[in-house]
């Protein structure tokens, strides 16, 4: 099955060669990788790969003739990122615990270390990734668009039960990780402030540098914020691995005990197969929708950097809130709606795997998760991460909320920020519990990073 059966609902390419319907040339082009026929993909691979080895002149520089702009790395991590999608979906095992996200987040980062990703190649992918800030882009436009449409009544219920599984999980997380760290001769002090708040801290971004300036300059060890961010970076690396695993195993769960999976749905509401058969119509696509769908997202997402400065509130989380109120109090005529729904369906179709490679080559350092792999400092982030999980299966339960879900939202409190956010819930195949995931990532990791800072001056 292909990687992309869950988030490209089975979009296919038909041969250009109607007659040939049988021999080997038919096979090469029913077998798909992303959803190009294999001898597509391997033309526009070797088109892209060959360019990053050859430099032209541009006026008076001699530059790679693989641009180093969105166009060149559009087409880096896409070649990339459905080739490795494609892969961790074939493998046994792997392919249960979320193989294709797997793959394309850390393999890019151990090809750039090991020198495999060359120069051009990592130009290309910086231009998209930084300069052009895909990855906000992205999020703005899975944030809207599934909240957009989203039932209203389960965008309601939903983030009023979600804060209970993220506190009882977090609570569950640090008894856990204390006491297995003390197992392994780590005390509660390094196990808490430098292990555990960088787990749940939200990401590097929103959280391991505040949290390293907060420490710095508190005088935490008598280190530099840079010395700080490099003993912190490991646990939170190495406790979105595990987060991945564990959404891809819970995925597989949901598939074979369906009464555990609202396959989608976070929140039981009595009519929940009238909800499901609503998020399994497919409805025809308009273009013009679309459009008017990216333009609110990023209307959303300029919204929350505006209302930002006023508030003291983070951009992102002003942004997901703008969204929610606007569904809640029927702001946004319904065609608007579907068009920001189908613009999330066009995005997160096509280019979730893609993004990943962008983000295992920016921010996941290989070279740093590989360094504080010990089998004692593995186990108490794993075992952190897996009380985090197994608390919001069982609290969801109680909540009436469907486990497998309850559990994958509670999963992003251990993610890297928005980076984590994707990697989990595409590893478990519900991208639309996004706007969830990202209250549960952000706002849980900021009460983490505050905790976390505020707690040492007492304890330091």
């Known amino acids: 099955m292909s990687a992309y059966s869950e988030l490209a609902n089975g979009i296919a390419l038909d041969s250009p060669f109607p007659a040939a319907k049988n021999g080997l040339f038919t096979r090469l082009m029913n077998f798909k990788i992303g959803i190009l026929p294999l001898p597509a993909y391997l033309v ?24 180093a702009d969105m166009l060149g790395g559009f087409a880096v ?12 979906a074939r493998i046994p095992v792997l392919k249960d615990i979320g193989g294709p996200a797997i793959l394309a987040l850390f393999v890019p980062s151990a090809m750039l270390a090991y020198g495999l990703y060359n120069p051009a190649m990592n130009a290309a992918t910086v231009a998209v990734m930084k300069t052009s800030n895909f990855l906000y882009f992205y999020i703005s436009c899975l944030v809207s668009g599934s909240m957009l449409g989203m039932n209203r009544k389960v965008l309601i219920q939903g983030f009023l039960r979600m804060f209970v599984p993220l506190l009882v999980g977090t609570i569950a997380a640090t008894a856990v990780g204390i006491a297995v760290g003390l197992l392994f001769g780590y005390t509660p002090y390094r196990t808490f402030f430098f292990i555990l708040v960088p787990i749940m801290g939200g990401g590097i971004g929103e959280g391991i540098l505040p949290l390293s300036a907060g420490y710095a300059e508190l005088g935490v060890l008598g280190k530099t914020q840079g010395d700080l961010i490099a003993m912190l970076i490991p646990a939170a690396l190495i406790g979105n691995v595990v987060a991945i695993v564990l959404a891809g195993a819970l995925d597989r769960i949901g598939r074979k005990y369906e009464q555990y999976s609202g396959k ?17 119509e497919v409805k025809a696509i308009e273009l013009p929708l679309m459009g008017c769908g990216m333009l609110m997202a990023c209307g ?11 508030t003291g509130i983070p951009g992102p989380i002003l942004m997901i809130l703008g969204a929610a109120l606007a569904k809640v109090l029927r702001i946004v005529p319904e065609r608007m709606e579907l068009g920001a729904a189908q613009m999330y369906k066009f995005i997160a179709g096509n280019l979730t795997y893609p993004l990943l490679v962008g983000l295992g080559v920016l921010y996941v350092p290989w070279n740093d998760l590989a360094s504080a792999f010990t089998f004692g400092y593995f186990c108490v982030c794993a075992a952190s991460v897996t009380s985090l999980v197994v608390s919001g299966w069982f609290i969801g339960r109680v909540l009436n909320m469907y486990p497998v879900e309850s559990a994958a939202v509670t999963a992003c409190h251990s993610g890297l920020g928005g980076t984590g956010d994707v990697a989990i819930l595409s590893a478990c195949n519900r991208m639309g519990l996004i706007p969830f995931a990202q209250i549960s990532t ?4 900021a009460f983490m990073v505050v905790l976390g800072v505020f707690a040492i001056k007492f304890f330091g």
Do not use: Q, T
């Open 300 to 310: 959303f997402w300029i919204l929350g950097g505006l209302l930002a400065p006023y």
């Open 44 to 67: 526009i691979a070797a088109i892209v790969y060959g360019a990053s080895l050859v430099e032209v002149k541009k006026g008076a520089n001699i530059v790679s003739a693989l641009p």
């Open 442 to 445: 952000r706002i849980g990791g």
């Open 77 to 88: 991590i896409m070649v990339m990122g459905w080739l490795l999608a494609e892969i961790g």
């Open 264 to 280: 989608g749905l976070l929140v039981r509401s009595g009519n929940d197969n009238e909800l499901l058969k609503e998020m399994g």
